[in-house]
């Protein structure tokens, strides 16, 4: 017979609604970080974010864009390379995300997986994209797909982000955009305002609280245990 694992007393901790539902909460707008994966010069990605960042703005977040041009491919140098350092910094900042990325030969670019593989899971104690919002979207060439966002979505969970349930996949999208680059009225274009209004209020509702969301007991337990080991050593 193995023995039956046993709850730590000292790590297991009741669930405290007081910090889920604080009453002081952050005055500044949500701060929202786009990524796109395409460097075209008509780049239906970064219009896509270009929009949605309009969108956003409208529903009082503050934006920024990041432009992956110039961003070295993951260990081709040092994360202290300028476009790698603005990246992390660019997310850090920010409280939710928004990526979007063009379908290509059926899976995001290896564009948009670089900026995603320069993000670190942690920067010192830091997890820069910890309990932080996401939303995904994918714009195609073709026929409507969703094997980006599906692919995005996957990523967001590994990155420990918390991915919104709306999405958005805009098909022919050189059909969508004017010649000015703004996006036409369309249904297209109303489940984009649909995708950005919903990671706006997850933003508004976990921002102040995800330390809380992602505190985990298993975690607790393992640094509570090694930090016994540690006085254990020096006390020898």
Sequence with gaps: ????????????????????????????????????????????????TEEAARVLTRFGAETRTFDPSGLPLPDDTDADHPKVQELREAVTWSEGMVWCSPERHGSMTGI????????????????PTQGK??????????????????????????????????????????????????MKPSSYYDRMVDVMEELVKFTLLTRDVSPVLVDRYSERKETGE????RVNRSAT
């Excluded at 996957?154 to 999208?173: D, E, H």
């Design 1 to 48: 017979m193995t023995d039956t694992p046993q709850l730590s007393d000292d790590h297991f901790e009741a669930i405290d609604a007081a910090r889920l539902f604080p009453v002081n909460r952050s005055p500044h707008a949500p701060r929202i970080l786009l990524l796109y994966g395409s460097l075209r010069q008509r780049s239906f990605s970064r219009l896509m």
């Design 112 to 127: 948009m997986k670089s900026q995603i593989d320069w993000i670190p899971l942690s920067i010192g104690a830091v997890r």
């Design 133 to 182: 919002t996401l939303a995904v979207m994918q714009v195609c060439g073709g026929s409507q797909s969703f094997n980006a966002v599906n692919q995005l979505r996957v990523l967001g969970r590994w990155m420990r982000c918390v991915t919104i349930p709306n999405q958005s996949s805009v098909p022919k999208a050189f059909q969508q955009f004017d010649g000015d680059d703004r």
């Design 226 to 229: 090694a930090l016994i080991a």
